[in-house]
């Protein structure tokens, strides 16, 4: 069988030309598009009274953004797959958001595999340019299959959502291929024990011969230690402030520590703040030149910066700091011969998000899916549920047990 040439279905009016490409890709609130491909005349455009105000396709993604504003992380994730398909609807296709009809689709999609030309849609390596910078570019690189699909399901939710509100007749993306899934796979990005304690031995193993070295050690040590002890979100990181922290007298007469967290949705959860997770608290706050304990309404970020005004780190920030990590318990680990190479190279590839992973596993191990559950803030404990793997395990011990081919 011949293989499929996307570019049967790619008119010539939609093939990127120096005549028709605008000079430089600018963010989403800076495109100014032109009246022939705003969509006020889109041919999918709803016919009856829609339920938004927006005249065009560029008001109409604005209308459907602002539900996620009480979101931060997931507002920048939905608003980079809309401001790219806008982008590139008006930049290189050619063509309306609101006229695209299920073959325009095909093409984006080959689009998303190979970003063409690189130096109008991809940031140049290890570049990182603000929004409003002429450099700026919406594409890191190819997206992998992976993430084409998340772009698709996220593209796929704003079409639904238009043709809820009347402002588009159809949703062309009805139409794609469909997977079928039974069950969700199980947690992967996450770090065994063994693999965790390594990290950990990284930690204890960084230099403390300065107050600058000391400072980062601390700081290293505590972060890791809310994000396993806390199961915490690097938003909830960010966002988060000492005075969170508070005591509670329960009706047992007895003290307890609790962390609130605020997640998703602006949704807020109480963390227990557990005997070792207020030990390296206090731990951290004098090593800071702080009270051990915040008191009420303390307003320090929960992780402090080494130097300057006490600002939260950014997330940018965070994930530098897990990933230097990760990469020194890697190196420690092939320094020590090649039969660790397979561990160095899964613990190099963890990230901050892993690290929330990981706890919610280690919970599951011994703890009540309830209450990891609860810690966590999962919506359900089916998604708790996805970090349980000792089933997985005993099924594995079972089949090699059971199931041999004995030459």
């Not at 700091?321 to 660790?340: C, S, W, Y």
Request: charged share 25%; net charge positive; with cysteine.
């Amino acid at each position: 069988m011949e293989s499929f040439d996307i570019n049967l279905i790619m008119s010539k009016d939609s093939l990127p030309t120096l005549k028709n490409m605008l000079p430089v890709v600018v963010s989403l609130e800076s495109l100014a598009v032109p009246g022939a491909l705003s969509g006020v005349q889109g041919e999918n455009r709803g016919k009856g009274r829609a339920q938004i105000r927006a005249r065009d396709d560029r008001e109409a993604v604005f209308a459907w953004l602002a539900r996620f504003v009480d979101s931060k992380a997931t507002l920048a994730s939905y608003r980079k797959e809309a401001e790219r398909l806008l982008l590139w609807c008006v930049l290189q296709h050619r063509k309306a958001l609101s006229d695209l009809a299920h073959e325009d689709f095909l093409v984006y999609q080959h689009f998303l595999s190979d970003p063409q030309p690189t130096s109008t849609w991809v940031m140049t390596p290890g570049a990182k340019h603000a929004r409003s910078s002429p450099n700026w570019r919406p594409f890191a690189g190819p997206l992998s299959q992976a993430s084409q699909r998340q772009a698709m399901n996220i593209i796929n939710g704003l079409f639904n959502w238009l043709v809820e509100a009347g402002y588009l007749a159809g949703n062309p993306l009805a139409l794609r291929r469909k997977r079928r899934t039974t069950q969700q796979p199980r947690v992967t990005r996450f770090l065994p024990r063994q693999h965790w304690q390594e990290v950990k031995n990284a930690i204890l193993a960084m230099p403390t011969d300065t107050p600058r070295q000391a400072d980062r050690a601390a700081r290293a040590r505590w972060l890791f230690t809310l994000l396993y002890l806390g199961g915490l979100r690097v938003s909830e990181v960010c966002d988060g402030v000492m005075g969170d922290f508070f005591v509670r007298i329960s009706s047992d007469g007895a003290e307890r520590w609790w962390l609130e967290a605020t997640g998703k949705g602006e949704k807020t959860r109480l963390v227990p703040a557990t005997a070792e997770l207020i030990e390296e608290l206090t731990r951290y706050r004098k090593s800071a030149d702080l009270n051990p304990l915040p008191a009420e309404g303390d307003s320090l970020p929960l992780v402090l910066p080494l130097i300057g005004a006490n600002t939260p780190l950014t997330r940018a920030a965070i994930h530098v700091i897990v990933k230097e990590t990760m990469r020194n318990a890697a190196d420690h680990l092939r320094a020590q011969g090649p039969q660790f190479e397979a561990a160095a190279a899964h613990i190099e590839k963890a990230s901050t998000h892993w690290m929330r992973h990981t706890a919610g596993s280690h919970q599951t191990d011994r703890g009540d899916l309830k209450n990891v559950r609860d810690n966590l803030g999962h919506a359900s404990i089916g998604t708790t549920s996805l970090y349980v793997h000792t089933e997985d395990d005993a099924r594995h011990d079972s089949t090699s047990d059971v199931h041999r081919l004995a030459w």
